[in-house]
């Protein structure tokens, strides 16, 4: 039985045009488990689908994606041939949309490693769906009947023990044309401590329990709000956090390095909550503040990972990406930049606005975000700051606020602005919102992008005569003389004037000039 795993993520309308360098954690979660019931399992990107090399001879076809992917997916699904399919990822927080839309059979909904175990074991491996009496049987699970779509109970989140089980697949990573020099993601830990729940719209009568409850209070809200940031599903899909043992993770990251991967994100939506869960356990991490981050745990996967000989040498790079401010004490910042100086890490300020911040139910204050920022930068890492314009409560006043927030992280340090645009999402308290219009379309939108992109050049121009580590990706597309390199420890993409055939080389670069707000100059002073 041979399984087929498109990787529809970012994907779009078939072309990934942004992050074309970052691998997600969740393909090959999924091609780890089918690993695990003797099924062989292939990834490939969407895009190779859609240029016309449509792999032959699987049984099965499983897609992970987002909703803006709907149309690559559908075009994909479109030319399958073979038996089931199957799809899963952020998509199918509207399962039904998800079914319809794409013409896939099956949905996975939240997290799917016990769903899909079952789902093997009830038929699906021998490539054939399950009888509807079976399929009800297993929670999390969506499927079509009729000319209907019936969802299954939600599943309960798997319990830290379990999740520690699975493994990822590591070999399926050279299904990715960029494997070499992409961000691969690895997850540490699942899940989000913010059970702050939105205030904005809606029945809230401002409880408090969400906000000053017990661990175990404020899973459940009295009117069912989501929790988290109004404009987030995490917590909605995955619970609380919950966090991967450092053996196991380490495992993981060393046989990707043996595949020829280069660059590894610890994958969290909160890597300071990393460990946090074994101090409250057996209670849910609910809270974005107490207790403090578990510095042992965290100091021991850091230096366990950083004792990998090609992390000594500096030829591959470890990363983190998210952290919460309300977490970023001076120890946590000084515990960071011991392990991981030079490389970004990105907080989230979204809104300067004191007030729209609360109305959201961020876990942190705008005046704790700046804090964090000076202490990261203090600490010599490079804070990435993310901000969202066209938010529910967005007004003439938050926009200001907004800007002067952007402008105020410039000079404490932020390396980058951000910026993304609201998306309306399922099993999110802003799930009634519309996605806001693109920031040409408003001008308090059209303000904060300007601030932003003006913050960007900047920062691009100090580096003008600096040396950075890169590592050597695949030809321009859009002047074959010029290569597309990506910072080891991320940064801005780098093109560098060269006939050689240097992919998947590290190399040393030094900075000659701003392409873009995205894109510097390069040229090549050591290789290795």
């Known amino acids: 039985m041979k399984a087929l795993i498109v990787d529809a993520l970012a994907s779009g309308k078939g072309e990934r045009k942004a992050t074309r360098d970052a691998i997600g954690a969740g393909p090959r979660a999924v091609a780890g488990i089918l690993e695990s019931k003797d099924i062989e399992a292939s990834i490939v990107e969407a895009e190779t689908i859609l240029n016309g090399d449509f792999l032959s001879g699987f049984n099965l076809l499983l897609v992970s994606g987002m909703t803006g992917d709907i149309p690559s997916i559908r075009k994909v699904v479109s030319r399958w041939k073979g038996g089931p399919s199957l799809i899963g990822g952020p998509i199918t927080s509207d399962p039904e949309q998800a079914l319809r839309r794409t013409g896939c059979e099956l949905a996975v909904v939240g997290e799917g490693e016990e769903t899909l175990s079952e789902l093997l074991d009830a038929g699906f491996a021998r490539g054939r769906i399950p009888d509807e009496d079976s399929l009800r049987k297993i929670r999390g699970l969506a499927f079509k009947t009729g000319g209907s779509v019936e969802m299954t109970q939600l599943r309960r989140v798997i319990p830290r023990q379990k999740f520690d089980i699975y493994k990822p697949s590591t070999s399926t990573i050279k299904g990715y044309s960029l494997y070499r020099s992409a961000r691969v993601y690895v997850e540490v830990l699942r899940g989000c401590s913010n059970y702050h729940r939105s205030l904005l719209g809606g029945d809230c ?11 175990l209070e404020r899973y459940d809200c009295p009117i069912g709000t989501p929790p988290g940031c109004g404009y987030c599903s995490v917590p909605s899909l995955y619970g609380p956090p919950k966090s991967r043992s450092s053996g196991v993770i380490k495992d993981e990251v060393v046989a990707l390095l043996k595949e020829g991967v280069t660059r590894i994100v610890l994958s969290a939506p909160c890597f300071l909550d990393y460990g946090r869960d074994l101090l409250v356990e057996p ?85 704790e975000t700046l804090t964090a920022i000076g202490r990261l930068r203090k600490a010599g890492m490079k804070p990435y700051v993310y901000f969202i314009h066209g938010l529910p409560g967005q007004t003439e006043e938050t926009v200001n606020e907004t800007v002067k927030a952007i402008e105020d992280s410039r000079d404490e340090g932020a390396e980058r602005i951000i910026l993304y645009r609201f998306q309306s999402l399922p099993m999110s308290a802003f799930s009634a919102y519309p996605s806001a219009p693109p ?17 960007n050049m900047g920062a691009k121009e100090s580096m003008v005569g ?42 040393d670069v030094e900075v000659t000039g701003v392409a873009s707000e995205r894109i510097v100059n390069g040229r090549p002073v050591a290789m290795f």
Request: glycine content about 6%.
């Open 205 to 215: 009568e401002s409880c408090g329990v969400c906000r000053k409850g017990s661990l």
């Open 283 to 367: 209670e849910p991490l609910t809270d974005p503040r107490s207790p403090e981050s578990n510095y042992n745990e965290i100091e021991k996967l850091l230096f366990s990972l950083m004792e990998i000989p090609r992390m000594r040498d500096e030829t591959a790079a470890i990363m983190i990406e998210n952290i919460k401010a309300s977490l970023v004490t001076e120890k946590a910042a000084r515990l960071l930049g011991k392990y991981l100086a030079g490389t970004p890490v990105s907080i989230g300020f979204e809104t300067g606005s004191e007030a729209h911040s609360e109305l959201m139910g961020r876990p942190s204050t705008p005046r």
């Open 439 to 455: 920031n040409v379309s408003d001008s308090g939108s059209s303000r904060i992008h300007e601030a932003a992109a003006k913050a």
């Open 466 to 507: 600096k040396v950075i580590r890169v590592v050597v990706a695949e030809r321009y597309d859009r002047n074959r003389r010029q290569l597309v390199a990506y910072p080891l420890k991320h940064g801005p993409v780098v093109l560098i004037e060269s006939q050689e055939p240097l992919e998947g080389r590290v190399i």
